[in-house]
């Protein structure tokens, strides 16, 4: 069985804000496995186990472009936060978003080889990113774009340079900024619930399963009657139904105006949202968390074994 250490233990805490002892007994029940504990955690205590799910675990910014009907998102990650205040990684970052709208590079290899120069580095952008790393003397890396060229009327919101969307529309200029600002607070994954993925279905009915069981065994334990399987599959089911209502855009209490939805707001402005897509720096990346006690402890064994 894994180990499970109280950097662990803090680690999923902080993903959570489960009480530490159920954060220590949901890890030795997924022997270790984070993403498992996480799961069984929010099947125990609800949706306060995963309130805390979009905290990034890296840095970096994200930058956009648009111009006309053309448009760009990009996330750039570094190491560490003074980095995202550097002029010259900025610069690249703006760079590298609207070479993206303009040329359209198919992926992150074919953006690196663009024409680009600056700091006296060059001549393609991938040159720009290697010698800013050798001046700034910090790992530097392009993750991902979104390119907007449909046609449609393009928007952009950037919350600070952590959370960055670009919205496709047709109709009123303020209701889409609007719902920018809107996705970048509320974090939809898609823009109805017919576009959610059906991975994030699929874990979500599971979780509400595993809620429905936890919930019979406790009424078992205290003699109670267990509710029908019909009943079981209709609870079910509509926790799912919740959980895609929260999820997707359209279906989303507006922020400016919580007795209404996005998709009532629209319809009042006469405007139609096309697409979006949102990025948090770091979204999904695991950063390494140095145990420093752990390190201490190791230095001080080799030092005893080369004594």
Do not use: W
């Not at 979009?54 to 980095?83: H, K, M, P, Q, W």
């Amino acid at each position: 069985m894994a180990a499970i250490t109280a950097s662990m233990v803090g680690e999923l805490r902080a993903k959570t804000d489960a009480p530490m002892m159920e954060c220590k007994k949901a890890l030795t029940e997924a022997e270790g496995n984070m993403e498992k504990a996480e799961e069984l955690l929010r099947v125990k205590l609800g949706s306060k186990a995963g309130k805390a799910a979009s905290r990034v675990t890296a840095e970096g910014v994200v930058t956009a472009s648009i111009s006309g009907a053309t448009g760009a998102l990009l996330e750039v990650n570094c190491e560490t936060d003074f980095v995202t205040k550097n002029d010259s990684f900025l610069a690249l970052a703006n760079a590298a978003a609207e070479l993206v709208a303009r040329l359209g590079p198919a992926d992150v290899a074919a953006l690196g080889a663009l024409p680009y120069s600056q700091d006296s580095f060059g001549p393609t952008l991938e040159d720009v990113r290697r010698g800013l790393i050798g001046k700034i003397g910090e790992n530097m890396s392009f993750r991902r774009f979104q390119r907007f060229a449909g046609g449609g009327k393009l928007v952009s919101y950037l919350h600070g340079t952590r959370i960055g969307v670009i919205v496709e529309y047709e109709g009123d200029e303020v209701a889409a900024k609007d719902v920018a600002m809107h996705i970048a607070a509320m974090k939809p994954v898609a823009l109805s619930s017919a576009e959610v993925p059906a991975d994030l279905i699929a874990k979500e009915r599971a979780v509400a399963t595993g809620k429905a069981d936890e919930d019979r065994k406790v009424a078992q334990a205290a003699g109670k009657p267990a509710q029908s399987a019909e009943i079981v599959a209709k609870r079910i089911e509509g926790g799912v139904q919740k959980y895609l209502k929260e999820v997707s855009l359209l279906n989303q209490s507006f922020v400016k105006n919580d007795k209404q939805t996005v998709e009532q707001m629209l319809k009042a402005a006469n405007t139609t949202i096309k697409g979006f897509t949102l990025y948090v720096v770091g979204e999904g990346i695991e950063k390494k968390v140095d145990d420093f006690a752990a390190e201490v402890a190791a230095q001080v064994a080799a030092a005893k074994q080369s004594a």
